[in-house]
């Protein structure tokens, strides 16, 4: 039944520096929400009618929530659905499943899952045949923030392949197209690879294009940790782009990087290469704003030309946040044998160039993704840090691109890319994931030494119409879905 009181919004905020994530300009604006949807947007005096919650956002700015384009959260959205290490940075939606690793399709029937799967939890973690398992499970939990999901070629080897250590047979391939066209059909919006990990690597180009084109079918993205980011980063990126050409799918290329002390300054070489390829493709990367990366601890990554520092580790857990070297040297072994006597484990490789990550972020082509460990002891700080570090560092302190940029590289640019029509933007029919911010302080605490640090500036956070973070610690509810394109 229609009534004056049906068409009152939910909420309007006034006095708002809007910053919609398109990259345009902002503007002291207002915006009403009703429901879950954004009804209207202006600049000041364009919201006549008063909303059931009238907010004065004098001095904050007001941004579509953040997608956080490159993350492992898969599990941790289930286990710990509140996600305060994400919403508490403005982050609305994750993208899971990247690197190749997913959930779904695999079962492990013993402990631990290899590496790089243990990076998702233990064996019991993996109970997901089927994306609608999965899908179900979201809808059940409803965790704070939206998940946008990908399905990774590793947990589709390891689900279907007795011996992953060669490349797939045609009979195989087609069981994993299988199990990529029900994700496609439940929901999922892409597939990753992770050629840089043991469970990955013997899949050659042709495996990989081969199981794209089934993505392409229903016009998912293809994200692919590449083969290499160290000396044959050039070559990586020439298969990325063949393969992602070859399937049909448009590519994005994780966590852009070169990686190893002889490759330092050699974005100068990948961006041009990238943006020309993009001339005739849809190509984009996400960047996490740190000099260092973080996976498993692997022996073929040891080295003492950088610092690397101990994240987890099951038989030495006292040595989290601790330098291999140091530990060598208290056990009086050289860093290789250490390596060894810490596994399985994790660790924190200082192995970037900031002019390299700063050149990165810079590009038009880059999206935010924090990339970050959530079932780490002692995890890298992207996790709890990326977006307000992007926001008060990179863009505030250092200048390195202004307010606008740095939103839309996190909202707009990031929606598009994966497809998700309706989020990204402020503007009327999108859904009201929105973060309310003060410019002036937003900023990363977290640190190496002190990685659990919420960050500061994020005044409050809305999902889904709902309010779902608050600094000052209000109640709030829990309301992120599983997203796909034009949901
Ligand atoms: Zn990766």
């Not at 020309?276 to 080295?303: K, Q, W």
């Not at 192995?351 to 002692?378: A, F, N, T």
């Not at 606008?404 to 503007?427: C, N, P, S, Y």
Request: charged fraction near 20%; proline fraction near 7%.
């Amino acid at each position: 039944m229609f009534s004056q009181q049906d068409s009152k919004p939910d909420w309007v905020f006034r006095n708002a520096r809007i910053i919609d994530g398109t990259g345009a300009p902002s503007y002291l604006g207002e915006v009403a929400v009703r429901g879950d949807v954004i009804t209207a947007v202006g600049p000041v005096g364009t919201i006549l009618e008063q909303g059931t919650n009238e907010i004065d956002l004098a001095g904050l700015a007001l941004a579509p929530g953040f997608i956080d384009a490159h993350t492992h959260d898969d599990r941790i959205v289930l286990d710990a659905p509140d996600m305060l290490p994400k919403i508490s940075q403005g982050v609305t939606t994750v993208v899971v499943g990247n690197c190749g690793i997913s959930l779904v399709p695999v079962q492990f029937s013993s402990e631990p899952p290899p590496p790089p799967m243990n990076l998702l939890g233990n064996a019991a973690s993996y109970q997901f045949p089927t994306f609608a398992d999965y899908a179900a499970a979201i809808a059940s939990v409803k965790p704070a923030i939206n998940v946008a999901a990908l399905i990774g070629h590793s947990a589709l080897r390891l689900a279907v392949m007795p011996d992953i250590t060669v490349k797939a047979t045609d009979a195989e391939i087609a069981r994993m197209g299988d199990m990529l066209t029900e994700a496609m059909e439940n929901g999922a919006v892409g597939w990753s690879t992770g050629l840089f990990y043991p469970t990955n690597a013997a899949a050659d180009a042709d495996e990989v294009a081969a199981l794209g084109r089934y993505v392409s079918e229903h016009a998912g993205v293809y994200a692919t940790h590449m083969r290499n980011e160290f000396e044959n980063v050039l070559e990586s990126i020439d298969e990325s782009v063949a393969t992602a050409k070859n399937a049909g799918t448009p590519l994005i290329i994780s966590h852009h990087k070169c990686a190893g002390v002889e490759n330092w300054g050699r974005t100068e070489q990948t961006l041009p290469k990238i943006a020309a390829l993009a001339e005739e493709h849809p190509i984009n990367f996400d960047v996490y704003p740190y000099s260092a990366g973080s996976t498993n601890l692997r022996a073929d990554l040891m080295t003492d030309t950088y610092p690397i520092m101990i994240s987890w580790s099951e038989p030495h857990p006292e040595m989290t946040g601790r330098y291999i070297v140091d530990i060598a040297d208290e056990w009086g072994v050289d860093i290789h044998t250490a390596t060894s006597r810490l596994q399985p484990a994790g660790a924190i490789y200082f192995q970037m160039d900031e002019d390299d990550v700063r050149r990165v972020l810079s590009s038009d082509l880059s999206m935010i993704g924090s990339d970050g460990l959530p079932h780490d002891v002692h995890p890298h700080p992207r996790l709890w840090g990326t977006f307000p570090r992007v926001l008060g560092h990179y863009s505030r302190d250092v200048g390195l691109f202004n307010l606008e940029t740095a939103v839309h590289k996190m909202t707009g640019l990031t929606a598009k890319v994966f497809g998700l029509t309706r989020r990204g933007e402020i503007a009327p029919g999108k859904f009201a994931d929105l973060v309310a911010f003060h410019p002036d302080t937003v900023g990363d605490l977290a640190t190496y030494e002190s990685p659990l640090q919420q960050s500061v500036g994020i005044d409050w956070v809305m999902v889904n119409g709902a309010l779902s973070f608050s600094a000052n610690g209000a109640p709030t509810t829990r309301a992120g879905r599983l997203v796909h394109r034009d949901n």
